[in-house]
């Protein structure tokens, strides 16, 4: 079946712009996490939904990012003001269940460079 | 877990060999622990995984070993090939707290010498 699609696959932003991110979890997977990945470096959450419950929104770094996910599905993260520091790979995952245990399926990711 | 940049730690093996990549992680709470792959432009691929209750998990050509006494995960792959040359990423949990995400390590990279 399909995985966790993201898209775009890249995107080149100036300095100040907003930028969207889409994800597409995998049909039926109740939980969607949002990760960064900076050149080399390993995953930093960013934010959790599940369900109809409140997102756990701890890792994001600013309030200039801010995510939803409609209809319990799709999930756009958004930024605001880009900063160049901002540029990275943005990953998002999906697992089947509410529980940590639940192995999570990452998608491809969005390269995003802000120059 | 600590970010060491651009300079991952890497192993360098020959085709045939087995390999073992280490990994710290400091949270005595965390119960659940994910071994997975990265290779160059494609998320990260779930390898094999290992609940705290366990000490040992094999799958095909890969073993996960856990101490949790000195906090230590290692993934062993047997007889290596070119196609395992990719970042390993360990990564835990602690699977009932509010916190539901993985908690990552900074990664190791594998070369495979054919």
């Known amino acids: 079946g399909a995985g966790v699609s993201q898209s775009p696959s890249n995107k080149v932003t100036e300095k100040g712009k907003d930028v969207e991110l889409r994800c597409d979890p995998i049909s039926g997977h109740t939980a969607l996490y949002w990760y960064r990945q900076s050149l080399g470096q390993g995953l930093e959450f960013l934010i959790y939904?599940?369900?109809?419950?409140?997102?756990?929104k701890s890792g994001l770094p600013s309030d200039r990012f801010s995510a939803e996910r409609t209809g319990g599905s799709v999930s756009t993260l958004t930024i605001q003001r880009t900063q160049q520091e901002d540029s990275a790979v943005y990953l998002c995952?999906?697992?089947?269940?509410?529980?940590?245990?639940?192995?999570?399926?990452f998608g491809p990711g969005t390269r995003l460079t802000v120059l | 877990g600590e970010s060491v940049g651009l300079h991952l730690p890497t192993l360098s093996v020959q085709e045939g060999d087995n390999s073992i990549i280490n990994c710290a992680y400091s949270?005595?709470?965390?119960?659940?622990f994910i071994w997975y792959k990265q290779e160059s432009g494609k998320g990260p691929q779930f390898i094999i995984d290992i609940r705290s209750n366990m000490d040992k998990r094999q799958g095909q050509r890969v073993t996960v070993l856990l101490n949790k006494t000195v906090k230590h995960l290692s993934l062993q792959i047997a007889a290596t090939q070119p196609g395992d040359s990719a970042v390993y990423f360990c990564?835990?949990?602690?699977?009932?707290?509010?916190?539901?995400?993985?908690?990552f390590g900074s990664g190791t990279r594998l070369q495979v010498q054919p």
């Open positions: 949270n005595s709470a965390s119960d659940y």
């Open positions: 939904f599940q369900g109809n419950s409140a997102p756990d």
């Open positions: 995952a999906s697992s089947p269940v509410s529980s940590g245990t639940d192995t999570q399926y």
């Open positions: 990564a835990e949990n602690i699977g009932d707290t509010g916190r539901r995400a993985l908690t």
